[in-house]
């Protein structure tokens, strides 16, 4: 309607002035008038057709995305749950109160576990994160030693939850489990004025350690950040020597 009133004002401006240019006009002011509306009706009907497609096609997307991320998430199925588990039976024969506590990191990640597709803040993620290494040190005592370079104040950043834990479970799992060493599982973040990076380093070890899990649950991460972010979020592995890294890129605003 307003394409029209548009059309219909501009037709009767145009009108007028070919007259004052005293210019040939084969047409009354009403069929001039007619001919230009009959005109904006077709372009208006064509442009709200494509605009109802566009509008459909996006709901299809957004669909289909929702579908994609509740298949993500049921393939979700952190294995530290067992091994905790079996934690806490030990803790309570020699030390209770590690038992409790183990109890209310253990619980904080179930809870995290049934909520996979929720938005949390990048420090709730991080306090999940040494929850569950917390579990994983009383399990491996000795033979794991954690480094943790993260700033007192943490950048205001979202992300899907049970991001960076199974990351800090695959450098547990492949990297720490295996060694016959101490093995050192190292969490920096570095942060720029676009961007945060969660940089995660731990040794390679490939005796008896298939890398199958490891692969999925790559996949499964980097599929959920497309989801949630689409490129703006990014998630880079490689190997430099005797170590393993990675690096999780997050954006600080989502637009």
């Known amino acids: 309607m307003i394409f029209l ?19 040939p006009l084969q047409q009354s002011f009403s069929a001039f008038m007619l001919a230009n509306i009959m005109i904006a009706l077709i372009i208006a009907v064509i442009a709200i057709q494509f ?3 566009h509008a459909e096609r996006n709901q299809q997307v957004r669909a289909q995305s929702q579908a994609e ?31 409790e506590q ?10 995290a576990a049934l909520n996979a597709g929720n938005i949390v803040s990048l420090a709730d993620e991080l306090k999940l994160s040494e929850q569950y290494l917390s579990l994983e040190q009383w399990r491996l005592s000795d033979r794991m030693n954690i480094v943790w370079e993260i700033p007192a104040q943490i950048p205001d950043v979202l992300l899907p939850a049970l ?14 489990e295996p060694s016959a060493d ?3 599982l190292k969490i920096v973040l570095i942060e720029s004025r676009m961007a945060v990076s969660i940089v995660i380093t731990n040794p390679i070890c490939t005796q008896g350690v298939s ?12 599929q959920r950040l497309q989801l949630h972010f689409g490129g703006l979020a990014q998630l880079h592995t490689a190997a430099n020597g005797p170590l393993y890294r990675i690096k999780l890129v ?3 605003r989502v637009h």
């Open 102 to 111: 183990a109890l209310i990191n253990l619980s904080a990640l179930f809870r």
């Open 51 to 53: 605009f109802i497609m």
């Open 5 to 23: 009133a548009i059309t219909v004002l501009l037709s009767g401006i145009a009108f007028n002035w070919l007259q004052v240019q005293q210019a």
């Open 211 to 222: 890398n199958g899990g490891n692969g999925i649950a790559l996949s499964n991460i980097r």
């Open 182 to 184: 101490v093995a050192e």
């Open 69 to 99: 991320l509740s298949a993500l998430q049921a393939r979700i199925e952190p294995h530290f749950l067992f091994n905790s588990l079996n934690t806490v039976a030990e803790l309570t024969q020699i030390d209770p109160n590690a038992a």
């Open 250 to 252: 997050l954006p600080k």
């Open 163 to 176: 991001t960076i834990q199974p990351l800090l479970e695959n450098a547990v799992r492949y990297g720490v």
